[in-house]
């Protein structure tokens, strides 16, 4: 247990020393920064660089706000529907079910970026240019088959016979797929809600293309 636990902590942090870094810079004066006798600790703290940030980028605070507000419905929706689209698609029955399942994850070989020109279109015909919406939606769309996909797995890996008990002791579809099934795929959709919000947050060709600000 002690050899594992060192392994994990090794391997933890090579993904916690660059928000480290990151951070530890952004405190050294401007010298420290550019010098070439790097040091690891500031000489001494400055927080000049977040002073800037508020002081002279004006409008920071509504940009933080809007990416929050777009961040955050986009991984909503898409947590929404991925986990009530894959649950129909695995554990009910009806017509054409395969065609659907091929059709969400063909989308998945398809390039984004090409989807720009006729969404904005449509969102100019819309007038849903310079909103949030005008971003989430998008968000949703592009990043909703590869959310199916990790669902999928989850939801095939969960054995029939628990829904069907559920339903034997009563439970209807809602009841079993937000009691049972949501319950036993909490990983998956935590996954999703880390690639979704990751992708949404980094995103730029979507949100560039709306020159004004979005709010």
């Known amino acids: 247990n002690v050899i594992i636990f060192v392994v994990l902590f090794l391997v933890s942090l090579v993904f916690v020393i660059p928000f480290l870094w990151t951070f530890i810079s952004s405190i050294k004066p ?48 898409v947590v929404i529907f991925s986990t009530t689209m894959w649950y129909s698609l695995s554990k009910l029955k009806y017509f054409g079910k395969p065609f659907f399942a091929g059709v969400i994850l063909l989308v998945l070989t398809i390039p984004y970026v090409i989807y720009l020109i006729p969404i904005y279109i449509m969102e100019s015909n819309a007038a849903m240019l ?29 054995p029939k016979e628990l829904s069907e008990a ?38 730029f060709t979507y949100a560039r293309s709306e020159e004004r600000r979005v709010g």
């Open 30 to 77: 401007d010298n420290e920064i550019y010098s070439t006798n790097i040091k690891i600790l500031p000489t001494a703290v400055s927080w000049i660089h977040y002073q800037k940030v508020f002081t002279q980028l004006g409008d920071f605070l509504a940009f933080f706000r809007n990416s929050l507000v777009v961040s955050f419905f986009s991984v909503a929706l």
């Open 130 to 158: 310079d909103t949030c919406w005008g971003l989430i939606l998008p968000y949703v769309a592009t990043n909703l088959p590869l959310a199916v996909f990790i669902m999928q797995s989850q939801f095939n890996s969960v």
């Open 166 to 203: 559920a339903r034997i002791d009563g439970c209807n579809q809602w009841k079993t797929f937000y009691k049972i099934m949501v319950p036993v795929v909490k990983p998956g959709i935590a996954t999703v809600i880390i690639f979704t919000f990751i992708t949404v947050w980094g995103e």
